[in-house]
């Protein structure tokens, strides 16, 4: 009985230390225990604590063999003190090895579930978001054991299999997230050469065909020169109130834009016109204002590799003096991506930009398409002619911002408006979307 006690007191004592002592503290004692005494596994542990026990049972023993942690703590007042120590450490290490053990078990548990949610049929965006979540927290249980645990060798080469299984699952993903696309686009009545990007501002996105440049960007071109605009304004230091004479050969055909030439305006209402009236003569005289290399300079040091100001804007007959020498170029992808900077205030003038894009005018797409959903329009820019109808706007869901672009050949508002409710009401449906 006597032994039972002595044998409680100094778990007791052991338990006390060991939950007193940080993690940090735990794993360097750990370190330290293993590299004197090189224990193998949790049972070589076990064995070397109950052969500490036994000899703490023994206080007339004599002083122990200067082996286990002896180099890890000074050398006690007495044998029994430096037994207990060495107890203690013995205690740390195991639960290291217990926890290391239990992160290693889960993150199998895990990816058996993985495995099992990916066997399902008929996969949806869903089920395969689940997979890519289970191999996600079974790599991030395998990254809590120490890398100097017993389970380390095997831990490593399960990580290595897991990254692998999740960079399948996440494009599966986006595999079903373009299959939605295409289906919302067959079932809208969008033709097959309709490109679609959708972005969160964390910049979690997916696209159908959004790296594929349409036959014209039309209006949506003017997005760029905006944001050209307001990169001169901002690091040049120029006054949005500073005026432009709009010469003549700017002048073309426009529907509803006040400019008129040859007169100058402020620079703010050029910006104004061109985006929330679409002005093509105002667009003219902002290409002539900025310069082709400087625009096409500043998108390429963004790191737009597609898009590119090569041609002014023109009405249905009168073509602007000094026109160009090439295709203005655009993607969905790209377009969505500068929505996406405007928004999170990463581009010069960013607030001026987002005022802008609120007042457009024409609210045939975008706007009228969300009115009575769920999602909040927060700006847009269209552009059509007589090659392509598109969009680029932004909305809130659940006081979350995304950016859709939606670009199509041969498609008219009706359908546009489909396609972009559609998408909508599937994000508020779906949040992990």
Not at 72 to 96: G, M, Y
Not at 99 to 114: C, T
């Given at each position: 009985?006597?032994?039972?006690r002595?044998?409680?007191?100094?778990?007791?004592?052991?338990?006390?230390?060991v939950?007193?002592?940080?993690?940090?503290q735990?794993?360097?004692?750990?370190?330290?225990?293993?590299?004197?005494?090189?224990?193998?596994?949790?049972?070589?542990?076990?064995?070397?604590r109950?052969?500490l026990?036994?000899?703490?049972?023994?206080?007339?023993?004599?002083?122990?063999?200067?082996?286990?942690?002896?180099?890890?703590?000074?050398?006690a007042?007495?044998?029994q003190?430096?037994?207990l120590?060495?107890?203690?450490?013995v205690?740390v290490?195991?639960?290291?090895?217990?926890?290391?053990?239990?992160?290693?078990?889960?993150a199998?548990?895990?990816?058996?579930r993985?495995?099992?949610?990916?066997?399902?049929?008929?996969?949806?965006?869903?089920s395969s978001?689940?997979?890519?979540?289970?191999?996600?927290?079974?790599?991030?249980?395998?990254?809590?054991?120490?890398?100097?645990?017993?389970?380390?060798?095997?831990?490593?080469?399960?990580?290595?299999?897991?990254?692998?299984?999740?960079?399948?699952?996440?494009?599966?993903?986006?595999?079903?997230?373009?299959?939605?696309?295409?289906?919302?686009?067959?079932e809208?009545?969008?033709?097959?050469?309709?490109?679609?990007?959708?972005?969160?501002?964390?910049?979690?996105?997916?696209h159908?065909?959004?790296?594929v440049?349409?036959?014209?960007?039309?209006?949506?071109?003017k997005?760029?020169?905006?944001?050209?605009?307001?990169q001169?304004?901002?690091?040049?230091?120029?006054?949005?109130?500073?005026?432009?004479?709009?010469?003549?050969?700017?002048?073309?055909?426009?529907?509803?834009?006040k400019?008129?030439?040859?007169?100058?305006y402020?620079l703010?209402?050029?910006?104004?016109?061109?985006?929330?009236?679409?002005?093509?003569?105002?667009?003219?005289?902002?290409?002539?204002?900025?310069?082709?290399?400087?625009?096409n300079?500043f998108l390429?040091?963004?790191?737009?590799?597609?898009?590119?100001?090569?041609?002014?804007l023109m009405?249905?007959?009168?073509?602007?003096?000094?026109?160009?020498?090439?295709?203005?170029?655009?993607?969905a992808n790209?377009?969505?991506e500068?929505?996406?900077?405007?928004?999170?205030?990463e581009t010069?003038g960013?607030?001026?930009?987002?005022?802008?894009?609120n007042?457009?005018?024409?609210?045939?797409?975008?706007f009228?398409?969300?009115?009575?959903?769920?999602?909040?329009?927060l700006?847009?820019k269209t552009?059509?002619?007589s090659?392509?109808?598109?969009?680029?706007?932004?909305?809130?869901?659940d006081?979350?911002?995304?950016?859709?672009?939606?670009?199509?050949?041969?498609?008219?508002?009706?359908?546009?408006?489909?396609?972009?409710?559609?998408?909508?009401?599937?994000?508020?449906?779906?949040?992990?979307?």
């Amino acid at each position: 009985m006597r032994g039972i006690r002595r044998f409680l007191s100094i778990a007791n004592k052991t338990l006390a230390v060991v939950a007193g002592i940080g993690l940090v503290q735990m794993l360097t004692i750990a370190s330290s225990f293993s590299q004197s005494s090189n224990p193998r596994s949790l049972d070589e542990l076990y064995k070397i604590r109950d052969r500490l026990v036994t000899e703490l049972e023994q206080p007339d023993n004599p002083s122990p063999e200067p082996t286990l942690l002896s180099r890890l703590v000074p050398p006690a007042a007495n044998p029994q003190e430096k037994l207990l120590s060495q107890l203690q450490a013995v205690e740390v290490q195991i639960l290291v090895e217990q926890r290391a053990n239990d992160d290693l078990q889960q993150a199998v548990r895990l990816a058996n579930r993985a495995v099992e949610t990916k066997r399902e049929q008929n996969q949806s965006i869903e089920s395969s978001q689940q997979t890519q979540f289970l191999w996600n927290q079974a790599l991030n249980n395998l990254q809590s054991v120490p890398q100097d645990s017993f389970l380390a060798s095997l831990t490593a080469s399960k990580t290595q299999e897991y990254r692998e299984n999740l960079t399948a699952a996440t494009s599966q993903v986006q595999q079903a997230k373009s299959d939605f696309l295409a289906a919302v686009a067959r079932e809208s009545g969008l033709s097959g050469q309709a490109s679609i990007g959708i972005c969160r501002l964390s910049r979690e996105c997916v696209h159908l065909r959004g790296d594929v440049p349409p036959v014209s960007p039309a209006s949506l071109i003017k997005v760029p020169i905006a944001v050209a605009l307001m990169q001169k304004v901002e690091t040049e230091k120029i006054s949005l109130n500073k005026e432009v004479f709009v010469n003549r050969g700017n002048f073309t055909e426009d529907s509803s834009t006040k400019i008129l030439s040859p007169k100058n305006y402020p620079l703010k209402t050029l910006l104004e016109e061109m985006i929330d009236r679409s002005s093509n003569t105002a667009t003219n005289q902002l290409i002539d204002y900025l310069g082709w290399d400087y625009i096409n300079q500043f998108l390429d040091n963004r790191g737009y590799e597609v898009t590119r100001v090569k041609f002014k804007l023109m009405g249905e007959k009168i073509m602007p003096a000094n026109p160009g020498f090439g295709r203005n170029r655009v993607t969905a992808n790209e377009l969505t991506e500068m929505m996406v900077q405007i928004y999170n205030g990463e581009t010069p003038g960013a607030k001026q930009l987002i005022e802008t894009l609120n007042g457009q005018y024409d609210r045939a797409l975008g706007f009228a398409a969300l009115e009575g959903s769920k999602a909040q329009w927060l700006g847009e820019k269209t552009g059509q002619n007589s090659l392509v109808l598109g969009t680029t706007l932004a909305m809130s869901i659940d006081g979350e911002a995304y950016v859709m672009t939606v670009i199509d050949t041969r498609s008219g508002d009706i359908q546009m408006r489909q396609s972009i409710s559609k998408i909508a009401d599937y994000i508020s449906r779906n949040p992990s979307f």
